[in-house]
């Protein structure tokens, strides 16, 4: 359970290294496809994608030689997703879980009623 939330997040990181760090925008001298990634997604304003390649210093993640359709905005914005997402699997996870743990308890309470 905890191990499919870690993949998640680390397909995220994977994702976000890739897409933002200039895989699909830097080749093309637009941050097209990076743009409308980060619109579907819903990550955050569009005004934080440039729409060209550059260089920005603080990239913590992105970090690579060459131009980057990234910024720091952008990776924060999506860390904050992720760490969102995180948060939500992990309660919907543990609500399951303590659904089969109240209901295994109750199970085994009618079983020992039934053998007594």
Request: proline share 4%; charged share 25%.
């Amino acid at each position: 359970m905890f191990q499919t939330i870690l993949q998640r997040v680390d397909f995220w990181l994977i994702w976000l290294t890739v897409v933002l760090c200039g895989a699909s925008g830097a080749g093309a001298h637009s941050c097209h496809e990076v743009k409308t990634a980060f619109q579907l997604r819903q990550i955050g304003p569009l005004k934080w994608v440039p729409e060209e390649p550059g260089t920005d210093g603080e990239l913590q993640i992105c970090k690579h030689p060459g131009p980057s359709c990234c910024t720091r905005k952008m990776e924060e914005s999506y860390q904050a997703a992720v760490r969102r997402e995180t948060l939500q699997n992990i309660r919907s996870y543990s609500f399951e879980l303590k659904y089969l743990i109240v209901g295994n308890a109750f199970q085994g309470k009618d079983r020992d009623r039934m053998e007594g």
